[in-house]
């Protein structure tokens, strides 16, 4: 939840000054970075944001699959928590577009055009998703609409997640629903949810103020260039 709240309000942030066309959205980004009020740090909580969020729910996911969380009767939250992956992994790609350096062109074309697989209609798919019949100004106009919708979507989907949740409740290494002998929330999971918390924040101050291009790729720092595809992608 701390995650989704510092996507959605420095993204908001971003978006203020962010310009959704392939002519401007690099130059967009610098400005961001070198004359925007404090944009620099803006853009590092956004991006290492991104992947602490993701760190965070790959964790859960592997206490869900340990704990069998999967299962009846609790499916159904499993099930909200699968939607809010595949909404994220749409989130996290839209958005690795934007910046409109090399590693964004062409991870929007490579992932893109693996829909051309599917038959008969895949390469009406990716017409669709391009706005065209090349990765051009529709291209990055729609990944922008999508990137700043998607996580409302997240946040409604996270908020039936959570009743859903509240419905059942959580799961334990035992798997036992027996609730005669409980422990108190305060102090027990108070002072291990505070313990995570602070964990959680040394690690994303770590990452944001000393390495904050260290989960980023040196390519997606220069502008996009169809002619010229990043040397670790090539074909041998």
């Known amino acids: 939840g701390i995650c989704l709240v510092i996507q959605i309000v420095s993204g908001i942030l971003l978006a203020t000054h962010y310009i959704p066309d392939i002519k401007y959205a690099f130059n967009s980004v610098q400005f961001i970075m070198r004359d925007a009020p404090e944009g620099w740090l803006i853009r590092?909580?956004?991006a290492n944001g991104a992947s602490m969020f993701f760190i965070i729910v790959y964790?859960?996911?592997?206490?869900?699959?340990?704990?069998?969380?999967?299962?009846?009767p609790r499916q159904w939250i499993w099930?909200?928590?699968?939607?809010?992956?595949?909404?994220?992994m749409g989130t996290a790609f839209t958005g690795y577009v934007l910046p409109w350096g090399q590693m964004s062109f062409w991870g929007a074309t490579v992932i893109t055009s693996m829909v051309t697989v599917i038959p008969i209609?895949?390469?009406?798919?990716?017409?669709?998703?391009?706005?065209?019949?090349v990765i051009k100004e529709p291209t990055i106009r729609r990944f922008f609409v999508v990137?700043?919708?998607?996580?409302?979507i997240i946040l409604g989907v996270t908020i039936l997640h959570l009743a859903l949740l509240h419905k059942?409740?959580?799961?334990?290494?035992?798997?036992?629903?027996?609730?005669?002998?409980?422990?108190?929330f305060y102090p027990y999971f108070a002072v291990k949810d505070l313990f995570a918390f602070a964990c959680f924040l040394f690690c994303f101050c770590f990452f944001v103020l000393y390495y904050p291009n260290y989960?980023?790729?040196?390519?997606?720092?220069?502008r996009a260039d169809p002619l010229k595809t990043p040397a670790h992608i090539v074909p041998e």
């Open 147 to 152: 990137h700043y919708l998607l996580p409302f």
């Open 59 to 72: 964790s859960h996911i592997c206490r869900g699959l340990y704990y069998g969380s999967f299962m009846k």
């Open 168 to 184: 059942e409740g959580s799961n334990n290494p035992i798997g036992s629903d027996f609730n005669g002998d409980i422990l108190p």
């Open 44 to 46: 590092y909580i956004h």
């Open 215 to 222: 989960l980023n790729h040196p390519d997606n720092l220069k």
């Open 79 to 88: 099930s909200s928590g699968v939607l809010l992956l595949l909404l994220m």
């Open 121 to 133: 209609a895949g390469s009406y798919i990716a017409e669709w998703l391009w706005g065209g019949y």
